[in-house]
């Protein structure tokens, strides 16, 4: 049992004289990515993963939130776009028929209407007189 301490200390005194323990960051040894970086290799190991894989399933849920966010905002600015001409389809529908039944209720549109339907009518000549409570 001693021999595997002192094994293990001999382990760790190696990796200090290389450099390596001395540039670690939030678990990662930074001397160790750099170089395999620029040999080429990749960080993205199975290993990174196993370390990582609470931080890996938290960004990929956010990642699925933020589309499923962004989809249905999409969806309801459609709808409230269409929703927007309906309504301005409705408002002009609603001026033309006001237009057209206040040019049916005039005077003289009355008049021809009554002429035309051979109704003996006639508007008075005289305006109405109102009885008053003195």
């Given at each position: 049992?001693?021999?595997?301490?002192?094994?293990?200390?001999?382990?760790?005194?190696?990796?200090?004289?290389?450099?390596?323990?001395?540039?670690?960051?939030?678990?990662?040894?930074?001397?160790?990515?750099?170089?395999?970086?620029?040999?080429?290799?990749?960080?993205?190991?199975?290993?990174?993963?196993?370390?990582?894989?609470?931080?890996?399933?938290?960004?990929?849920?956010m990642l699925l939130m933020y589309i499923s966010n962004k989809y249905?905002?999409?969806?309801?600015?459609?709808?409230?776009?269409?929703?927007?001409?309906?309504?301005n389809n409705a408002k002009t529908d609603c001026v033309n028929a006001?237009?057209?039944?206040?040019?049916?209720?005039?005077?003289?549109?009355?008049?021809?209407?009554?002429?035309?339907?051979?109704?003996?009518?006639?508007?008075?000549?005289?305006?109405?007189?109102?009885?008053?409570?003195?």
């Open positions: 049992m001693a021999k595997s301490n002192d094994n293990k200390k001999n382990n760790n005194k190696k990796k200090r004289d290389k450099g390596g323990s001395d540039n670690v960051a939030y678990g990662v040894n930074t001397t160790e990515l750099a170089g395999k970086m620029i040999q080429g290799r990749s960080f993205l190991t199975f290993g990174f993963f196993k370390r990582n894989m609470v931080y890996v399933i938290a960004i990929t849920v249905t905002c999409q969806n309801s600015l459609s709808q409230v776009m269409k929703l927007t001409e309906e309504l006001s237009a057209q039944y206040n040019s049916m209720i005039r005077e003289s549109q009355m008049t021809a209407y009554i002429d035309s339907m051979h109704i003996d009518l006639t508007s008075p000549d005289q305006p109405p007189f109102y009885l008053t409570d003195k």
